[in-house]
């Protein structure tokens, strides 16, 4: 079955920047968009970043559009998100989930996540 997993989450300072990583497992990782999406406390899942099966095209919520970049290793079934100019309002738990950014949803699988904090 379809299986992700999240790493490289910590604790940064406003400013600073971390590397995302999801290993998949459990299906044809080339033939899926994928998705990073994030939930901060108290509040629901949102939708971050998308990119196609290739890696040619990405999409980003205007929250992290110039900050963020998704990219993905096929050869390696991962997924990756690198998030520079972190500020406090990026605190979350970050899952990585299968489909593009209309598709994640209705496939309703993601990791179990990382956690994200930014703070001085």
């Known amino acids: 079955q379809v299986q992700l997993v999240e790493s490289g989450g910590g604790l940064v300072q406003p400013g600073g920047s971390l590397r995302l990583s999801c290993a998949a497992s459990?299906?044809?990782?080339?033939?899926?968009?994928m998705s990073w999406v994030r939930q901060a406390p108290g509040k629901g899942l949102e939708w971050v970043s998308a990119?196609?099966?290739?890696?040619?095209?990405?999409t980003f919520a205007d929250s992290v559009k110039g900050r963020f970049t998704i990219s993905r290793d096929n050869a390696k079934n991962t997924l990756y998100l690198q998030m520079n100019f972190l500020k406090p309002e990026d605190t979350a738990v970050y899952h990585c989930?299968?489909?593009?950014?209309?598709?994640?949803?209705?496939?309703?699988?993601r990791g179990q996540g990382t956690q994200v904090t930014v703070s001085s």
């Open positions: 989930a299968l489909g593009g950014r209309w598709q994640w949803v209705a496939f309703g699988s």
């Open positions: 459990g299906f044809i990782f080339s033939n899926y968009a």
């Open positions: 990119i196609n099966t290739g890696g040619g095209t990405t």
